[in-house]
């Protein structure tokens, strides 16, 4: 989809950022390896038990999520762009002893069909600022659900990009900079990307347009990563940002079903 310049630009950016992540604590491989879910409370709450269902993760990064998915008992496949991340994703499952496909791929050419078809799509945090077009994205989530199948993304809040001043609304040009990353390592990871702003009404309609039934929205006045400026952890794991005084929704959720 993203066939220009941009689309190379980001999948280089986060080549770079899939070997700065995977060696940060932010990410905690470490961890993983010796049994801890690197899933959070929000996603674990509301995606309830994924034992057996087959669940694709769009835009998995190097996999932490995706394998605990798998730990959970979910049958799952990862999809990226960034063939740096997939081969990390690869390794990963090996070390840990799970097993998982790992597909890299633009979220835009990935379409398993009927043929294939998924119970569950997933994808959260940091996701969709990368894609230039919500329809065209939404059209591969429902491509590769089941009917009766469910959408579930966690994200975060596009009103947080409003107050740090860039577009709340979607903008025909991407947002162009180059800035390392957002782990504690980031500075080894300097790169130029090309994000989009979506508001939610754009991800709710996209979803609406290709029938996906939307059971829930949930918005959050807390993020489970401490990664903006400003964050005060309130609670274990809870991380609040305000504005003028008042919390800010951070983070929000949304759960769909595939109707006929
Ligand atoms: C912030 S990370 C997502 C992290 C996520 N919360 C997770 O599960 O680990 C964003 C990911 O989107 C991927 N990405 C960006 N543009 C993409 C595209 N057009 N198609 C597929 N993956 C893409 C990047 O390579 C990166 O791994």
């Known amino acids: 989809m993203l066939g220009n310049h941009y ?11 899939a070997k700065t992540h995977f060696e940060s604590k932010f990410y905690d491989v470490e961890g993983f390896l010796s049994g801890h879910t690197s899933l959070r409370e929000i996603e674990l709450a509301e ?4 034992a057996g269902k087959r669940m694709l993760h769009l835009q998995c990064h190097f996999g932490l999520d995706t394998l605990s998915w798998v730990r959970q008992g979910a049958i799952c496949t990862g999809v990226d762009i960034s063939p740096v991340a997939i081969q990390k994703a690869r390794e990963l499952a090996g070390r840990a002893l799970l097993d998982a496909d ?16 998924y119970d569950i799509v997933f994808t959260s945090y940091g996701a969709l600022c990368w894609l230039p077009d919500l329809s065209e994205w939404a059209e591969v989530v429902a491509a590769n659900l089941s009917v009766g199948g469910t959408f579930y ?17 979607t903008q025909a040009a991407p947002d162009v900079e180059e800035e390392g990353t957002y782990t504690e390592n980031g500075a080894d990871a300097v790169a130029k990307l090309a994000t989009w702003a979506h508001p939610l009404s754009s991800v709710i309609n996209a979803l609406i347009e290709v029938g996906i039934q939307i059971q829930r929205v949930n ?33 929000y959720s949304l759960t769909g079903t595939k109707l006929d």
């Open 153 to 169: 993304i966690v994200e975060f809040h596009p009103i947080h990009d409003l107050l740090s001043g860039y577009s709340y609304f």
């Open 47 to 50: 995606l309830g038990n994924p």
């Open 219 to 251: 918005e959050f006045a807390y993020s489970p990563y401490n990664c903006f400026e400003g964050m005060v952890e309130r609670e274990p794991g809870r991380y609040y940002l305000s504005h003028l005084g008042q919390d800010i929704p951070i983070v």
């Open 102 to 117: 790992f597909i890299c791929s633009d979220v835009y050419d990935f379409r398993r069909g009927s043929s294939a078809p």
């Open 7 to 17: 689309l190379e630009m980001n999948r280089a950016g986060w080549d770079l950022r």
